[in-house]
């Protein structure tokens, strides 16, 4: 199976996709983030109109990091929703112009994002592949168990700094004009 989907083939009702490892869809898309790992994304595509369409879905699956906190290894757990509005391919000629937020706190929250595609054909495999990627955090660490303490390395969370500050010798500052006192002239 295909991981780009035809657009023109999704009834006006629009149409519900399930892919996981089974099914094979996303795996060798997904190979490089999450190896053999389990995976599953639910999705639905319906038409708004001629031209745009509307993706809302889920992925989950797991993806090999290492504990911010004790640098253990786990699979942090991938759950992420996604509701898109999918427009046809934008050109932008090289003397265009266009508009974005300064910062990512200026997005508006809740509301769809827009993804493009090109002729018929929107690359669902690569979408998924982006969504998983992104959901990756800066900072991976286990959630905490019902004690407060970290579910890999069982270290007690609450109240300590998880970081690491090596004091590095200091060095005297020294007078540049000591090497010259070595010098031997004739």
């Not at 490892?21 to 999705?43: P, Y």
């Not at 303490?149 to 970081?163: A, E, N, Q």
């Amino acid at each position: 199976m295909s991981m780009k989907i035809n657009l023109t083939e999704v009834p006006e009702e629009g149409r519900s996709y399930h892919w996981n490892r089974e099914t094979g869809e996303l795996n060798a898309v997904l190979n490089d983030l999450i190896g053999n790992t389990s995976h599953e994304a639910d999705f639905f595509i319906k038409p708004l109109n001629s031209k745009d369409f509307e993706l809302t879905g889920t992925v989950r699956t797991k993806l090999p990091e290492q504990c911010g906190r004790c640098g253990i290894d786990f699979a942090f757990p991938i759950n992420e929703k996604y509701h898109e509005i999918l427009i046809p391919k934008q050109n932008q000629p090289r003397n265009s112009k266009y508009s974005k937020v300064n910062h990512v706190s200026d997005l508006p929250q809740g509301g769809p994002e827009t993804s493009e595609y090109e002729g018929n054909l929107f690359d669902m495999g690569e979408f998924l592949h982006e969504v998983v990627a992104l959901a990756a955090p800066f900072n991976p660490a286990g959630p905490e168990d019902e004690n407060g303490d970290c579910s890999i390395c069982k270290i007690p969370v609450k109240g300590r700094s998880f970081s690491y500050d090596e004091k590095m010798p200091e060095e005297k500052p020294q007078n540049p004009f000591n090497v010259l006192k070595n010098i031997k002239l004739n």
